[in-house]
């Protein structure tokens, strides 16, 4: 009876404080194999199977995600396309920045962080804080699922005349990244779409298993952090420039979570247009400009997964504090 207390006060605490202790599980994992000279061997051999298997944990969350939601319920509202305007609004500012004016070096490092962070979808675990926020859950996860496209389809044309892949033409750089977005981010919405119509036992045990897509989550958040800290340990910047990154990620959430608010405002909808155009999946973000822009670059949206988390635990703090109380003084959690 003590040991399954002990168990149950451990998930307790694990769920709790899920994003603390999966950001300190990837740092000390990372310090382990990469200062340790006996493990150099073993940093060798998982060092590749870790960057084969993050897309993978990606589409698993986004497929596991998809497959709890109800089709049916789906379908675009007036704020959905103004925040998907100024998103597209605020690449199109940062690419004529960049191509206008020929960045380079570190400038380029600096736009590229923020680039990542602007163009990435908006994440999946937006629509459980809206939720929990009294907004709009159906809203969120239709955003959800066009915010993908949009992100699908804006990826494979700026990244390439960024950065121009060796002996590759646009053309050719389009179809490739676009392949590969579309893998990450396109094909588990179809999969789910197909599981949940016609392959009820397994959509049946998907959602039977409580909590699939939060572990799957907790393991890519550690995944994606022994990637960021491995970026900063190895970056041949100053700190004062990784400093300045981190400034800068801060700066764009603000930006972003206000933006949203205020377009929202016009649709009676401050809360979801805020969580649609500001909490943003940082995986999906770290991993393509660790793969298609410099490396250093996935700073910014490393450190950009702890401001949104801020900010998110601020606003279900406020909410909760202006939650009505009860005749017993308990806050009514209904």
């Not at 590749?48 to 789906?74: A, S």
Request: overall charge neutral.
């Amino acid at each position: 009876m003590v040991q399954k207390n002990w168990v149950r006060d451990l998930l307790d605490f694990l769920k709790e404080w899920t994003l603390p202790v999966a950001m300190v599980a990837g740092t000390v994992i990372y310090f382990i194999f990469a200062f340790i000279p006996a493990l150099d061997g073993g940093a060798a051999f998982f060092g590749p199977i870790i960057d084969d298997i993050f897309p993978l944990f990606m589409f698993l969350i986004l497929f596991v995600t998809f497959c709890k939601v109800d089709f049916r319920r789906l379908r675009p509202v007036g704020w959905h396309l103004w925040v998907g305007v100024f998103q597209v609004l605020f690449v199109g500012i940062v690419m004529w920045v960049i191509l206008t004016f020929r960045v380079e070096g570190e400038n380029l490092i600096l736009l590229e962080s923020v680039l990542a962070c602007i163009i990435g979808p908006c994440a999946a675990a937006a629509a459980v804080v809206t939720s929990k926020l009294g907004g709009n859950l159906e809203e969120m996860t239709s955003y959800t699922f066009l915010s993908n496209f949009l992100t699908a389809a804006l990826v494979p044309i700026c990244f390439p005349l960024i950065e121009p892949s060796a002996g590759m033409d646009f053309l050719a750089a389009f179809t490739l990244i676009l392949y590969k977005v579309c893998l990450v981010l396109v094909v588990p919405m179809l999969l789910a779409y197909i599981v949940k119509h016609f392959i009820h036992p397994l959509h049946q045990w998907i959602v039977s298993v409580r909590d699939l897509s939060f572990y799957l989550w907790g393991v890519s958040l550690a995944i994606v952090t022994g990637t960021t800290v491995k970026n900063i340990v190895h970056a041949e910047s100053s700190p004062a420039f990784l400093v300045a990154i981190a400034g800068l990620g801060l700066l764009l959430c603000l930006v972003q979570f206000a933006v949203g608010r205020y377009v929202g405002h016009f649709f009676h909808r401050t809360q979801e247009a805020g969580q649609a155009l500001g909490q943003k999946n940082t995986n999906f973000a770290i991993w393509i400009a660790y793969t298609y822009l410099h490396p250093l670059s996935s700073v910014g949206p490393g450190c950009y997964i702890l401001w949104q988390n801020v900010i998110n635990s601020i606003e279900i703090w406020e909410h909760d504090r202006k939650r009505p109380m009860p005749h017993d003084g308990v806050p009514n959690n209904q």
